[in-house]
């Protein structure tokens, strides 16, 4: 095997040995981009070993993360973070729960499905999930152990309507997935649109189905007659978040606007909800500010950590090494997308959305295209599936989140079985969306059309 190829396996292997050390991701990426472009050198100059790599490839990394800095479409990602904290703290959740759970719960499940179309309409909001989960766990969670829920059945909704922020556009996810596909922001978010109500509704069955046939594990709870006052205070506290939605995505659709246009709309749109809703003052927007920074800050230095990573490994030829394994699968071209889909699974149980995003995404999507697959699908495909890392253990994030804000009779292993079936109904819709390619390529073709 030529000594690129060892050092690119070396390297890859480094990398998912060293995850379990705790050690940051963005100095982790970018010191193992360091230290193999050292050795690629010495291998190259001293030992007369065919690298790939010399110092002229090495300077291309200070080119490659200048025009990540300089990237236009990574501007919305701090203004969509800033749009999410915003309504968090704006108190429009609380409102959506009082007036949602007058209307459903006096439905068996009804508390259940209140939460989760709350959580559709912050995932259409907010995007940020830690932000989603923390805040359905505070005021989904308790109303529903109040009413005799199960509690794997209460958790494990929270957990899973909660991670639907990373697909339902707009999707922080889906604006780096456009980055390093070179695909259209626009184009992502009308083709996350089906799916992702599609989850969001088999979650609303399971939860239906789990209260008719286990009634003591979702029962209805005393609620008073529906009138018009409910109706009335429900359109006003679903409006605001209507409303913002459609200038952040409508604009973005009707190509009024680009999404980094967008993004500074809806945060301009949030900060006017939460003042009209006399939630802002100068803590709270400090408090904003400084977790938007922080965020973004988090985001950007694996994003830089990741770039120079994936160059060097490109440099080594790990791309290639990978596309002729991949090719080299006893399976059709379906079968070879199915083994990305399982292998990306697998390693969503130990690395979080942005490694994965930024790492195996480009490595595998040139394989997929040349299979004569549509990009946007398999993007879709592929955010489906990234999903699943927040609900599955030990890396759960969202399973961290809950329990970071449940009570303290919530027991880790109780949210482990609450997930399950969710994971379950995740893997199902993938396999809907694997078959009928048309749920995520309809609506943008409508678009061009």
Not at 73 to 87: D, N, R, S
Not at 418 to 437: D, H, S
Request: hydrophobic share 55%.
């Amino acid at each position: 095997m030529p000594a690129n190829e060892i050092l690119a396996i070396i390297m890859f292997l480094s990398f998912f040995g060293l995850v379990f050390t705790g050690f940051p991701i963005a100095w982790l990426l970018g010191g193992l981009a360091v230290i193999f472009t050292g050795l690629a050198i010495i291998l190259e100059a001293d030992f007369n070993q065919h690298t790939g790599i010399d110092w002229n490839y090495a300077s291309l990394s200070i080119e490659r993360v200048w025009s990540v800095m300089e990237n236009w479409v990574m501007v919305a990602l701090p203004m969509f973070i800033m749009m999410g904290l915003l309504l968090d703290r704006s108190g429009i959740a609380e409102d959506l729960m009082k007036s949602l759970a007058r209307l459903f719960g006096s439905l068996r499940g009804g508390l259940a499905v209140t939460v989760t179309l709350i959580g559709l309409i912050l995932a259409a909001t907010t995007g940020i999930i830690g932000a989603s989960v923390v805040l359905l766990t505070l005021l989904g969670l308790p109303a529903m152990l109040n009413q005799g829920y199960d509690k794997s059945l209460a958790t494990g909704t929270v957990c899973a309507v909660g991670t639907l922020g990373i697909l339902i556009p707009p999707s922080i996810m889906l604006v780096l997935m456009a980055d390093r596909m070179s695909l259209s922001v626009g184009d992502l978010f009308l083709g996350a649109v089906i799916p992702g109500a599609l989850l969001g509704s088999l979650y609303i069955l399971y939860i239906v189905y789990t209260g008719w046939v286990h009634p003591e594990k979702a029962p209805a709870a005393k609620t008073e007659p529906l009138s018009w006052v409910t109706v009335r205070d429900l359109f006003n506290a679903v409006l605001p978040p209507l409303v913002l939605i459609f200038a952040v995505l409508g604009s973005i659709f009707m190509g009024l606007a680009t999404p980094t246009e967008a993004a500074g709309v809806g945060a301009a749109g949030a900060m006017a909800l939460a003042i009209l809703k006399r939630k802002l003052n100068l803590s709270v927007l400090n408090e904003v500010l400084h977790e938007t920074t922080r965020t973004t800050a988090y985001i950007f230095a694996i994003l830089i950590g990741a770039t120079a990573f994936s160059l060097v490994l490109r440099g080594l030829g790990g791309d290639e090494l990978i596309e002729r394994w991949l090719l080299g699968l006893p399976f059709e071209p379906s079968g070879v997308v199915l083994a990305i889909l399982f292998a990306t699974f697998l390693l969503g149980f130990f690395l979080d959305w942005i490694e994965l995003t930024l790492i195996i995404l480009p490595l595998v999507s040139p394989v997929v295209i040349n299979l004569g697959f549509d990009p946007i699908w398999f993007t879709i495909l592929f955010a489906v599936c990234l999903q699943t890392s927040f609900l599955t253990p030990p890396v759960g994030f969202a399973i961290f989140y809950l329990k970071g804000a449940a009570p303290k009779s919530i027991k880790t292993t109780t949210v482990y079985r609450g997930v399950l079936p969710f994971i379950a109904i995740q893997i199902l819709g993938m396999l809907v969306i694997f078959n009928w390619q048309g749920i995520v390529t309809w609506l943008p073709a409508q678009a061009y059309n």
